[in-house]
């Protein structure tokens, strides 16, 4: 996992960013959403390094990928590293205001540990957006840790205070919580989607990962 060759395209950057990247590739199963990925135009929302860019785009140079965060600092990094791709773009942007201005381009869009960081009176309007992004019958892809009411969300609530609080590693965005899937599943009902599979992926974690992938409808 940690010679994946995603990472080449990080070796560039500053020491503590590269073992970053490295952290987040080990610590979270973002090859799930890689594995259901549909289409060939794909947007993740929230991408930071562009370490879910790197595992869509390299080997794949047919694919078209966006990659949007509203941390100016992390973009730079992305833009540094994945952004060399010749199939990758990078910009520093609201899900809601790329909306307003690519509707319905993408065949999917990526979403993973993003809603955590917005309060949940956000979460509507976020994944409305999701949803006009998307081409009738895209498919998003949306992976969070699950309020499962067990240790490991006590466990991970705990390692996002350090990571968004503490070190500044995660730039929050007036929130900090988890969902159960039950609320996430009926939010993404209400936003217009129609979800296929509910995935726990925390077999192996520490953490409480779940995997929703949803069509658009």
Known sequence: ????????VFKDLPL???L???AR???A???ELTNRVKG??????????GLLCSLMAVGFPDRSIVGIDTDPKKIDWARRSVGRLGNTRFDVMTVERLASLEAATFDTVTVSDVLYLLPEADWPDFLAACHQLLKKGGRLLLKEAEDDGGWRTRKALLQEQVMVRLLGRTKGSGGLGFSTRERTQELL????FEVRETISLSKRSTTAHVLFVADCV
């Open 40 to 49: 060939e135009r794909i947007l993740d929302v929230g991408c930071g390094h």
């Open 189 to 192: 009902t209400r936003a217009g």
């Open 16 to 18: 503590p960013e590269r």
């Open 20 to 22: 970053f990247v490295r």
């Open 25 to 27: 590739l080990f610590s």
């Open 29 to 31: 199963p973002l090859e």
């Open 1 to 8: 996992m940690l010679t994946h060759p995603s990472l080449s």
